[in-house]
């Protein structure tokens, strides 16, 4: 069963379809909460609220393909994940104090695995990490995210680059140490 005959089924009420569902699509969701929010207990919570939201809708989504499906459904699982975040956020900002970086040799993404980038990604302040996720993975605007989480554009644009430069120079270190260079 293709996942367009299972929404059809979820909207006529069917508990097996819902049920199907639901563990499609869990660990993608999971996933995508997680990488804002850390703590499993509230990330469960979040992924919970998200699926209510998604059965909730369901009929209001006009299936396309698989690609748009999944396109919907993390939107709702990152919309859940910031507005945990957003009551929090410009509190963050203010205890988020990292002195400004360098851009001296920069590392090339060629250079690093994806778990090697998506381990130091994990070591960010909770600010930082947050809008460099929407930016680079979700494709957010800095725009997007200013309205997202109630700051401005500008602390957007602050908070990435400042993000990405603490990835620079985090993995610069750890590769001249990896390598001796």
């Not at 699926?51 to 396109?71: P, Q």
């Not at 410009?90 to 695995?113: G, H, M, P």
């Amino acid at each position: 069963m293709n996942s367009k005959q299972i929404i059809e089924k979820c909207l006529k009420g069917d508990q097996r379809a819902q049920k199907a569902f639901f563990y499609k699509y869990i660990d993608l969701l999971y996933a995508t909460i997680n990488r804002y929010i850390k703590d499993s207990e509230t990330v469960d919570d979040l992924l919970y609220q998200a699926m209510m939201k998604i059965f909730i809708n369901l009929n209001d989504f006009n299936y396309i393909n698989e690609k748009a499906l999944i396109g919907w459904l993390k939107k709702i699982a990152v919309n859940e994940a910031l507005m945990y975040l957003r009551d929090d956020f410009r509190t963050v900002y203010k205890i988020e104090e990292i002195s400004e970086l360098q851009n001296d040799n920069l590392i090339e993404a060629d250079e690093l695995s994806e778990k090697d980038l998506l381990e130091t990604i994990e070591l960010l302040p909770v600010g930082y990490r947050t809008v460099f996720l929407l930016y680079v993975v979700d494709g957010y605007s800095h725009k997007e995210i200013a309205t997202q989480l109630g700051i401005t554009e500008g602390t957007s644009r602050s908070q990435f680059f400042k993000a990405r430069n603490l990835l620079q120079q985090k993995l610069k270190r750890d590769y001249e140490n990896e390598f001796g260079t």
